[in-house]
């Protein structure tokens, strides 16, 4: 794939969801082509142009390129410094099975610097070298598919809100602290379909069914790290994989690392 000694890609590691790839080019340039899924990435250095609806596109950093699936498209660099960046293809299906009976949401400039749908992207593609929890990434899904409907124009129904499905699904959560979860088997459990439970736990209880059981858990660390584990203890005593994957959770969600914490806080 490299027609230059400076062009590279990396894949990431195999999701369930997404194909997700990292790429630096400058001599390489893509022939007009499709894809059968949404192709959807950032720039990150340089310009990438790329020919979409008959128009030559200019794809900068702080941008989001939204490729509609089986959409005519061609890239390059947009000058001799190359270009880099990220990128995740995403079938129709999926999106298709969070939205509902409406169309796929389409983006006529193939670009935009919407920043809902540049932040849920970036947060896809921030980290290529980690697996993705199975309710971290279906909570990306339902995201990516929400925010597209919205970037896009679309204007959906507001469907009525099942409370006792939500309820059920936050009661499993709280017993299953300890364990990786899905949300299949949370849907089993609350008798729902995953993406409407994704729409009312977040109707009802302001958050994902991820984040929330990221929150509990990590106010098991803080609990923990109180009596005197370690964080290391703490960390997998609360159901993180170790200590390093509690430790970007509880910096994102507090502002401070754990260690900072346990030093205030003692």
Not at 228 to 234: E, K, M, Q, V, Y
Request: glycine share 8%; proline share 4%; net charge negative.
């Amino acid at each position: 794939m490299n027609s230059g000694k400076k062009d590279w890609v990396k894949v990431a590691k195999q999701s369930r969801q997404f194909e997700r790839m990292e790429a630096y080019f400058e001599d390489f340039g893509f022939t007009p082509h499709r894809h059968d899924t949404f192709a959807i990435g950032q720039t990150l250095g340089g310009i990438h142009n790329f020919n979409y609806r008959k128009s030559l596109r200019h794809s900068l950093p702080g941008g989001t390129v939204v490729i509609h699936p089986d959409e005519l498209h061609d890239g390059e660099a947009g000058n001799e410094m190359g270009f880099y960046y990220r990128i995740l293809y995403v079938s129709p299906e999926l999106i298709q099975e969070v939205l509902g009976p409406n169309p796929l949401p389409f983006l006529e400039e193939g670009i935009t610097r919407d920043a809902r749908l540049g932040s849920v992207v970036q947060n896809i593609l921030c980290d290529l070298d980690s697996d993705l929890d199975p309710l971290d990434e279906d909570d990306k899904v339902y995201e990516l598919a929400t925010t597209l409907s919205v970037v896009s124009g679309q204007k959906v129904k507001r469907k009525t809100i099942n409370y006792a499905a939500a309820n059920k699904a936050r009661e499993f959560i709280l017993d299953c602290l300890d364990s990786p979860l899905s949300l299949e088997q949370i849907e089993a459990v609350a008798n729902t379909d995953r993406w409407s439970l994704s729409r009312d736990f977040r109707a009802v209880y302001g958050t994902s069914p991820y984040r929330y059981l990221t929150l509990r858990r990590l106010d098991k660390v803080k609990a923990f790290i109180h009596c005197g584990l370690s964080l290391t203890d703490a960390s997998l005593e609360a159901g993180f994989t170790d200590q390093s994957h509690m430790t970007n959770k509880f910096c994102k969600a507090f502002g401070m690392s754990p260690g900072t914490w346990r030093k205030l806080s003692q």
